[in-house]
């Protein structure tokens, strides 16, 4: 949601709540055309038989395009194809999807499709069709050639950077709506400058931070070495932040700085992994096996075949409802004390696995970056949460120092920003 959409919703219904179960749908499973380094999905293919193609068939498809709109009960359905890579199912795959919801769509349903891909097989006959159906695009970049190319090989352990700006430039030019998703690792949070700059120049509108977070427990942090570390991941997304606010606002939306400003609105998070709980947007692979996260995909999670079980009654097991409320009741106390526990609500259950200092588990290894951004961010989202909601042009948004009276206000006293907090507990930080 852009900030003059946030605004708008807020005016409409500060107590909206978010859409339906989003199901995820990887019809080539973890099959890639891509061996990325720090990919998290291709190891799954260890939980589906070899001798099976990674193909979801015609008749599951359809089943899966019919049970969805039935269990959506607002005015929009939305479809997402993710993967592995899912443009490996050919195009003509992606026909038949459109013809089964047109086909099962009730009345006045209105559709939206979303795809998520590497970008390398997307030729003038993907454009066409993707451009026609309207469908909105994610692609994968993780930066300038020195960022991305590193880990974001192919096979043949070739670099696909090229090719990826390549397919950005077919998108803009097809007028296709895409958001670029970036992966924040090691070799990119460096200068964030640089790779703000590099998006900004590219044309891009839509940008998504995705954290990498990779497990190491020979190593002092618990991470393996392409992931950033956290206190530079923190100030990362601080002087990124302060650069899309001089340069950026309302040209470019980054899903991280708008999460922070929707409490801030009176409005629900929309990313999962800032939310109190979870656990509602699920994953259908390429055989009908249902998993409650994208990050849980393991036979501990598994809720279900949807050629077995309909997918409504996938969305009541009871697995299900336990995971996503696992994520609140599992949060330490110090997150649970914490001043912006309100912008992240302890991350995502798939980072906690560092310790507090009193010894209690559960503390997200990214704790440290988020809480600098969060509270580095805030005084400039409270000033504009109140600036979108007087209906102020954003173009006369500015940020401005402290004033006399802020600097005068003792770290005990109400913090003048009207937040309700003390000054050190605010704005002060």
Known sequence: MTLASSVARFAVDSTSTLPDYLVLAKPAGPRCNLR???????????????????????????????????????????????GGEPTLMGLDFFRRAVEFQRR???????????????????DSEWIDFLARERFSVGLSL??????????????RDLSTHRLVVQTLGRLRRAMIRFDVLCVLHDKNTRDPRILMRFFRDLGVRSLQF???????????????????????????LCQAFDDWIAH??????????????????GLPHALCVFRKTCGEVLILEHNGDLFACDQFVDNAHRLGNLSQTPLR???????????????????PDQCRACEVLEFCHGGCPKDRFHTTAEGQAGLSYLCPAYAKFFRHARPTLQRLASHLVARKPLGEFTTKPATSTER??????????????????CCRT
């Open 408 to 425: 005068s206000v003792g770290p005990n006293s109400p913090c003048p920003c009207g937040s309700g907090r003390k000054y050190k507990k």
């Open 142 to 155: 993780d930066g300038p050639p020195e960022h991305h190319d590193p880990y974001r090989r192919d096979p």
């Open 248 to 265: 950026d606002l309302g040209l470019l939306t980054v899903q991280l700085f708008e999460e922070a400003l929707r409490p801030l609105l």
């Open 36 to 82: 990325c380094a720090y990919c998290y999905y291709l190891p799954k293919a260890e939980l589906f038989s070899a001798s099976a193609p990674w193909r979801m068939d015609e008749p599951l498809l359809e089943s899966f395009v019919r049970q969805r709109l039935e269990l959506s009960t607002g005015p929009v359905t939305h479809f997402e194809w993710h």
């Open 313 to 331: 009654e996938i969305t009541r097991n009871p697995i299900l409802a336990r995971f996503g409320q696992d994520k609140f009741d599992a949060l």
């Open 210 to 236: 995705l954290p990498l977070v990779e497990r190491d427990s020979t190593s002092p942090h618990g991470v393996g070495p392409r992931t950033a570390d956290a206190e530079v991941l923190g100030e990362f």
């Open 104 to 122: 099962h769509a009730p009345p006045g349903r209105e559709i939206t499709n979303g795809l998520q891909t590497n970008g390398l097989l997307l």
